[in-house]
Nanobody
Framework: QVQLVESGGGLVQAGGSLRLSCLASGRTFSRYAMAWFRQAPGKEREFVAAISWSGSGTYYTDSVKGRFTISRDNAKNTVYLQMNSLKPEDTAVYFC???????????????????WGQGTQVTVSS
C-alpha cells in the first residue's frame, strides 16, 4: 500500500520561507515522478511543481517559478518543496502526489498521478 505523508506546513509572513517534505512508502520511490499540487479554499486543486523519477527534470507553474524549488532524495524516499518569497496568494493546502507509471517525466497533469498525501496547510499572512 502506497502512502505519502507531507510535513512542514505552517504560518509564515509574506516574504518568508518554508520547506515541505513528503515521505513515500509502499513502492520503489526512485522509479516514480513526483509532484506538488495545492488547493485554496473554494478553488480547484492546481499544479505547483513536478520532478522526474531521476530528478533530472523539473517543471513549475508560472506563478512559482524563481521562488519554489522541487527536489528529491531517493535514498530517503522523500520529495521536497522549498518555498521562498512567499505571498498571501500561496496560501493553500499542499499535496504531494506520485506518478501512476514508473520512469515518467515531470508532468503537470493531475490525472497522471494516482497516489496522494493528506495535505499540509500553508498560510501566508500579509
Amino acid at each position: 500500500q502506497v502512502q505519502l505523508v507531507e510535513s512542514g506546513g505552517g504560518l509564515v509572513q509574506a516574504g518568508g520561507s518554508l520547506r515541505l517534505s513528503c515521505l513515500a512508502s509502499g513502492r520503489t520511490f526512485s522509479r516514480y515522478a513526483m509532484a506538488w499540487f495545492r488547493q485554496a479554499p473554494g478553488k480547484e486543486r492546481e499544479f505547483v511543481a513536478a520532478i522526474s523519477w531521476s530528478g533530472s527534470g523539473t517543471y513549475y507553474t508560472d506563478s512559482v517559478k524563481g521562488r519554489f524549488t522541487i527536489s528529491r532524495d531517493n535514498a530517503k524516499n522523500t520529495v521536497y518543496l522549498q518555498m521562498n518569497s512567499l505571498k498571501p496568494e500561496d496560501t493553500a493546502v499542499y499535496f504531494c502526489a506520485s506518478d501512476r507509471t514508473p520512469w515518467g517525466g515531470s508532468s503537470p497533469a493531475r490525472g497522471q498521478y494516482d497516489y496522494w498525501g493528506q495535505g499540509t496547510q500553508v498560510t501566508v499572512s500579509s
